[in-house]
Structure formats: structure tokens, C-alpha cells
């Protein structure tokens, strides 16, 4: 399977804004569903949002209102901008894809198969 590669992480200052991108060329619109994750240390991965192959979106609490998601199925691109950033956003942050032929969105992270390695978002206060 071609791996999912994140990019666009780095070191903000609270309030400020990133834009995360997920390259996927392995992942077509077939694949029903796919999210952002995160993980701080000392801490379990959490949803962070997911997009269904016919736009439906769904956010973590913590983040509404404040990132948007978004996929490009010709691109095969997955993306996450982020406004307004708080420094409890700080964490190692993943894009997933759920099994083929799974008609399932959560933002639980055990129904995912496929994780890229991760990029670092740091927000300093």
C-alpha cells in the first residue's frame, strides 16, 4: 500500500494558523472515509475530524469552529487548516484512511487501517 505522507507542521504562536496536507496517491474516492488525528505526549491519539468521499464532515469538539478539513479525490490530497491555534493543539498530528470498501466514519481511531509517520504541529502561548 503507497503510505500517507503529512506535511506542513511546524512551530506557531497562539491564535496563529497552519495548514497540514496529506498526500494520499494510494487513496481514491472510493475510500469512504478519511481523518486527522493527534497525539500529545503522555496522551491517547484523538479524532481531530474526518471527511467522507462525499464531503461529510465531522470535528472533535475541541477543534470546531476553528479547522476545516478538506479533500481533493483528483489530487488525492487531504488537508486540514487550522486557525486560531491554542497551545493545547501542540501534538504529533496523522492522517488516516479507513479499509477498503468500509462505509464507516468515526473518529475513533481504531476503525482506521492506514496511518502516514506524522507531522509535529508545536503551539508556543
Known amino acids: 500500500q503507497v503510505p500517507l505522507v503529512e506535511s506542513g507542521g511546524g512551530s506557531v504562536q497562539a491564535g496563529g494558523s497552519l495548514r497540514l496536507s496529506c498526500a494520499a496517491s494510494?487513496?481514491?474516492?472510493?475510500?469512504?472515509?478519511m481523518g486527522w488525528f493527534r497525539q500529545a505526549p503522555g496522551k491517547e491519539r484523538e479524532g481531530v475530524a474526518y471527511?467522507?468521499?462525499?464531503?461529510?464532515?465531522r470535528y472533535g469538539d475541541s477543534v470546531k469552529g476553528r479547522f476545516t478539513i478538506s479533500r481533493d479525490n483528483a489530487k488525492s490530497i487531504l488537508s486540514l487548516q487550522m486557525n486560531s491555534l491554542k497551545a493545547e493543539d501542540t501534538a504529533m498530528y496523522y492522517c488516516?484512511?479507513?479499509?477498503?470498501?468500509?462505509?464507516?466514519?468515526?473518529?475513533?481511531?481504531?476503525?482506521?487501517?492506514?496511518w502516514g509517520q506524522g507531522t509535529q504541529v508545536t503551539v508556543s502561548s
Open positions: 488516516a484512511a479507513v479499509p477498503p470498501r468500509t462505509q464507516l466514519c468515526t473518529l475513533r481511531a481504531g476503525d482506521y487501517r492506514d
Open positions: 494510494g487513496y481514491t474516492a472510493s475510500t469512504y472515509c
Open positions: 471527511i467522507t468521499t462525499y464531503g461529510t464532515t
